[in-house]
């Protein structure tokens, strides 16, 4: 089937009130993206024509974030059939062949699995579902397929049967339906059931009275979690942390302790990349090859090119770029500055909004002093400059090429290129008075403990 008679519809309506939060559900992130970016991303690589995404009333926030795609309101949550309903008019007018249906909390699931259902889709059913076997069935509806193996049925938990409710396999709520015939079967989707709301999973049956085909395809309960509350939240950032990591070393990352290295969806790295113990990257890295990024080091916004150490105990916060063969060690804070190629901050420094040339090397406690209490400033440091340790640079404020700055100075003026700047206080050497003083301060603690006696 051409991909581009697809159309998805993501149900995001629900008020996922166990996650006892005023964000909607959907919006909490699994590696730090909204799961709904990750139902999104999954979608997207089957090209559908056209993503809808089912809110319900004040989640402007989900609207905003799932653009360029519409969302359609469904203004009282009725039940999953009607949520698909409120789309129908949106779709009625192209020539989608099959409308794929998701829900906006499931963030693991693959487009590999989409892609399956749509061949089976392809190959003659008109409406395909993705079963699953949990361990624990609870409350999942169960699918009812025929001797021959074919769906006739999904029986919700709440209508089923003791027989139907040892079903192992369970409905994932994912479908993919034959578009010209979804209004047909929804129309005729009624509430009377336990819940008085109008299941989806009612179209099956009623599909099958008309004759139509109705297929299954499974995929692992991992892949296909919901998440209702901050537990299954967990869960499923564990799942996916887990899969990432096994992906990370398949693809040439060394990590030393894998359980405790933390990615996020879009972190990109290369190959020959050595990844310490309790490392975490946070949205937007991206790193190249035969980088080694140390122990306890926090990454986001960053990018690192080939041959650059990191770490460990390092922060690089948004806007850091650390060019070819740079060094950042411990105790280094690195903010919206670029590192140029060969330069070095091996210890204890804050480098926010700076430029540090080629080969210049960042003394120890090195401190770029950005923030004036209004605005923020830029330091520029040249190439092959050396600031001595201990320095304040109060930017805005130019370093030349070639420049030397002495331990402890506080450069506020510029700096020319390959001048030697010093701004501390001269030091003074009195020969034999540290003698002098030791003797005069015993002399001090001897007369007070008398005194103290004396008054005993
Ligand atoms: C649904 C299925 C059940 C399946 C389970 C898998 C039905 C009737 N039942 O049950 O067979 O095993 O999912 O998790 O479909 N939603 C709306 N509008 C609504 C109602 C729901 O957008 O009016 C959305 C929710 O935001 C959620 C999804 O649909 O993303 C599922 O809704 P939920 O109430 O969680 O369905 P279940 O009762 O769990």
């Not at 986001?300 to 740079?326: M, N, Q, Y």
Request: net charge neutral; proline share 4%; charged share 20%.
């Amino acid at each position: 089937m051409a991909e581009h008679k697809t159309i998805a519809i993501i149900l995001a309506a629900g008020k996922g009130t166990r996650m006892v939060s005023k964000l909607p559900k959907v919006m909490h992130p699994v590696a730090n993206q909204p799961m709904i970016g990750h139902v999104l991303t999954a979608t997207a690589k089957l090209m559908p024509s056209k993503t809808f995404v089912i809110v319900g009333p004040g989640m402007s926030e989900v609207s905003s974030f799932v653009k360029p795609h519409k969302t359609v309101l469904q203004e009282k949550r009725l039940g999953t059939a009607d949520a698909v309903k409120t789309a129908m008019p949106m779709i009625a007018d192209t020539e989608a062949e099959t409308v794929l249906i998701l829900y906006g909390d499931t963030p693991l699931i693959r487009s590999g699995t989409l892609q399956k259902m749509l061949q089976a889709r392809s190959s003659g059913a008109t409406l395909v579902v993705l079963g699953f076997r949990p361990n624990h069935p609870g409350s999942y509806g169960r699918l009812k397929l025929n001797k021959e193996g074919c769906l006739e049925a999904i029986i919700e938990a709440n209508e089923a049967t003791a027989a139907e409710l040892e079903i192992g396999l369970c409905n994932s709520g994912v479908m993919a339906v034959d578009a010209s015939q979804l209004g047909v079967l929804l129309a005729e989707v009624g509430n009377d059931n336990t819940k008085g709301e109008y299941y989806l999973t009612d179209i099956v049956a009623l599909a099958r009275l008309r004759g139509m085909e109705c297929g299954v395809v499974e995929a692992s309960a991992e892949e296909l979690i919901g998440v209702d509350d901050r537990a299954a939240l967990a869960e499923a950032e564990y799942t996916w942390q887990m899969a990432r990591r096994t992906r990370a070393m398949q693809e040439g990352v060394t990590l030393c302790d894998p359980g405790t290295v933390w990615f996020s969806s879009d972190t990109d790295i290369g190959k020959d990349v050595v990844i310490g113990p309790n490392v975490v990257f946070g949205p937007g890295v991206s790193i190249a090859d035969n980088v080694e990024v140390r122990a306890f080091s926090h990454l986001e916004g960053v990018r690192i090119e080939e041959d650059v150490t990191v770490g460990p105990f390092v922060r690089l916060r948004p806007g850091a770029v650390l060019k070819k063969g740079s060094m950042v060690g411990n105790f280094v804070e690195v903010k919206n500055s670029v590192l140029d190629k060969g330069s070095k901050a091996a210890h204890l420094s804050y480098i926010g909004d700076a430029d540090i040339g080629e080969k210049t090397n960042i003394g120890a406690g090195t401190i770029t002093c950005n923030y004036d209490g209004f605005n923020k400033n830029r330091t520029v440091i040249g190439k092959s400059a050396f600031i001595g340790s201990n320095t304040a640079l109060v930017a805005p404020i130019n370093i030349g090429d070639g420049a030397v700055v002495g331990a402890g100075s506080a450069i506020e003026a510029d700096v020319a290129k390959d001048a030697l700047a010093l701004s501390r206080a001269k030091q003074i050497n009195l020969p034999g008075r540290a003698h002098a003083l030791r003797k005069k301060l015993v002399t001090q603690k001897t007369s007070i403990k008398n005194q103290k006696k004396s008054e005993d």
